[in-house]
């Protein structure tokens, strides 16, 4: 409610913020780069694994679509 509590709050903070910065992990410590290194039952994995079934000759960037049912199994009409 003062003004010196008002920078006494801001110095604070700068001071939390720059300890996290250089301290704290970088997300490139965490990043994905590769799919090989993901569980086998993570959903992009199979979602991969049904891409290369059911288009082994697709080369680029498809466009994906994905449907969920909350019974679990989509019904396709033919």
Known sequence: S???GMWITLAAWLVITIVLAVFASSAKD????RIDS???DA???IA???MDHYFPNN???PAILVFQSKDGEVK???
């Open 2 to 4: 003062t003004k010196k």
């Open 30 to 33: 965490y990043e994905v780069s």
């Open 38 to 40: 993901l569980p086998d």
């Open 43 to 45: 959903k992009s994995v």
């Open 48 to 50: 991969q694994q049904k």
């Open 59 to 61: 080369k680029g960037t």
């Open 76 to 78: 396709i009409q033919k």
